[in-house]
């Protein structure tokens, strides 16, 4: 179908109801990050719906409690909040940049679905931290974490390094694997 | 068969030089001077203007006008021109940084009138990040052999280090380039490094802090001592190596003051950077941590224990 690459959705389902309509899309782009391969539903049928929900999971759990000292801080939700989606203006427009011929909400738009396994990661590591603390508690969290950090890195890629030149791939694809490490980070350091 | 090696692409030594002299020309090759194959050269009257050959004359004309004209600043294109690199070139200037060598300014060999500022950019988010989650490291190192330390992210300190490295990465070789742009009546041979260009090579002479900044975790002083002793030699050499060309024709006062504010500034920033030894800090309450990295990240508190 001939539409223009900057709709968000198709707008000829047959489903009544928007909402339920809405919700399945968004489910099947999570389907598509979780099984990774190349296909253009993420990029032809953009949504941000996914990407905010994650944003605030994301920030709602590594927030600290307000009892703790002003200094002593992990990231407010705030300030997680700020970096997942400056981060990911920055890496769009760098890709932008650099020649690739994404869109602008495109790319916000696999940026933020591909930190689904991060966000399974932080959900995880909380878990495990219920448990006793000690040094399998910590190889525990960092091989689920690096397991995570990977998937997210090689989803994003099989999305967005098509829209590069061949010459510049590697350009376009550092920034993202820097965004990922440092929220990797933030959730590995992650202590209650 | 040829080699590759010799199908690659080879600079030559003069034409580098040609170039730093007169960086605004445009070089012309000998085949323009006859029309290119496949077009007809019709003799017209000195009147008329109907030939082939007129044609491509006017086509090189148009050409050459409007690659003179730059997008203007409002428009993406404009700043698109500065990221027009590719991955090798970026890897190369890199590796031009690490190693510099007496008489190759980076400008001229590396960057050759293409300045980019993907380098100095990204290069500036890197270290910040690194300064930060080193910080970190470091806290949860000590931490191992100290149980009575209390963990913290200290989460802000990351936007600290990430200010003061990219102002450091700005107004320094603005401010370098406005003097240098003052003192231009001076030179007559070489014509002086555009803004962009300044921002460029000090934006890649940062990236040997990266590796050091983490090699700073290891926990031995003189071994730290050594790798930032390395770091700001090769670092503060790639600079002046690069401004040496430029300063050399002015007084030999101005020279060596500018020379050594550029590499005293350079120290600063390493300065910052570094983790104090661990015997200058103050005790600590488990609540407030002190800074371990000068003032760029947090520091392991070390309680003082018999």
């Known amino acids: 179908m001939a539409e223009a690459a900057e709709s968000p959705g198709d707008p000829r389902t047959t489903s009544p109801r928007p909402l339920m309509r809405d919700l399945k899309a968004v489910g099947k782009k999570f389907m598509h990050v979780l099984y990774p391969r190349k296909s253009n539903t993420l990029l032809r049928d953009w949504d941000l719906w996914g990407p905010l929900v994650l944003c605030v999971t994301l920030a709602l759990m590594l927030q600290r409690g307000s009892a703790d000292n002003e200094n002593d801080g992990g990231p407010q939700f705030a300030e997680v909040f700020v970096i997942i989606w400056f981060g990911a203006v920055t890496i769009t427009l760098n890709s932008k940049l650099l020649g690739g011929n994404i869109s602008f909400f495109q790319s916000l738009c696999v940026l933020g679905y591909c930190i689904l396994p991060l966000t399974v990661a932080l959900l995880v590591c909380r878990l495990v931290l219920l448990a006793k603390p000690g040094p399998i508690n910590f190889i525990v969290r960092l091989f689920v974490v690096i397991v995570m950090f990977a998937w997210s890195i090689v989803a994003s890629t099989a999305f967005l390094a098509d829209s590069q030149p061949p010459n510049r791939k590697a350009l376009a694809i550092y920034p993202v694997f820097l965004f990922y490490f440092v929220i990797s980070w933030m959730i590995l350091t992650f202590a209650p | ?306």
Not at chain 2, 87 to 95: A, E, G, N, Y
Not at chain 2, 188 to 204: A, D, I, K, Q, S
């Open chain 2, 1 to 306: 068969m040829a080699a590759a090696d010799e199908l690659a692409f080879h600079e030559f030594e003069e034409a580098t030089n040609l170039l730093a002299e007169t960086p605004n020309v445009t070089t012309v090759s000998r085949s323009d001077q006859r029309p290119p194959e496949g077009h007809v050269a019709v003799a017209v009257d000195p009147g008329g203007s109907y030939g082939a050959e007129d044609e491509v004359e006017s086509d090189k004309t148009a050409l050459l006008q409007e690659q003179q004209q730059q997008p203007g600043f409002w428009t993406f294109s404009y700043y698109q021109s500065f990221f027009d690199v590719d991955t090798s070139q970026v890897l190369d200037r890199i590796k031009g940084s690490l190693l510099p060598r007496p008489g190759h300014s980076f400008v001229r060999h590396h960057l050759r009138n293409r300045p980019d500022l993907y380098g100095p950019f990204w290069i500036c988010a890197t270290l910040a990040f690194v300064l930060a989650i080193t910080g970190n490291l470091t806290v949860v190192l000590a931490q191992r052999t100290d149980p009575s330390i209390h963990y913290s992210p200290q989460f802000h300190k990351v936007t600290v280090a990430g200010i003061t490295i990219y102002c450091y990465a700005w107004l320094v070789p603005l401010a370098l380039w406005a003097f240098l742009q003052w003192r231009k009546g001076v030179r007559e041979r070489m014509g002086p490094y555009t803004f962009l260009e300044t921002v460029c090579f000090y934006g890649y002479s940062l990236f040997i802090f990266i590796p050091t900044v983490v090699l700073w975790l290891i926990p031995v002083p003189w071994l730290q001592w050594l790798f930032g002793a390395l770091a700001l030699a090769l670092s503060a050499a790639g600079l002046v190596f690069t401004l040496w060309p430029i300063v050399r024709e002015d007084t030999r006062l101005v020279a060596s003051v500018l020379l050594s504010a550029v590499v005293l500034l350079h120290a600063l920033l390493a300065m910052g950077c570094k983790p104090l030894p661990l015997e200058h800090m103050a005790p600590t309450h488990q609540n407030t941590p002190p800074h371990p990295h000068g003032v760029l990240t947090p520091t392991p508190p070390r309680p003082t224990t018999a």
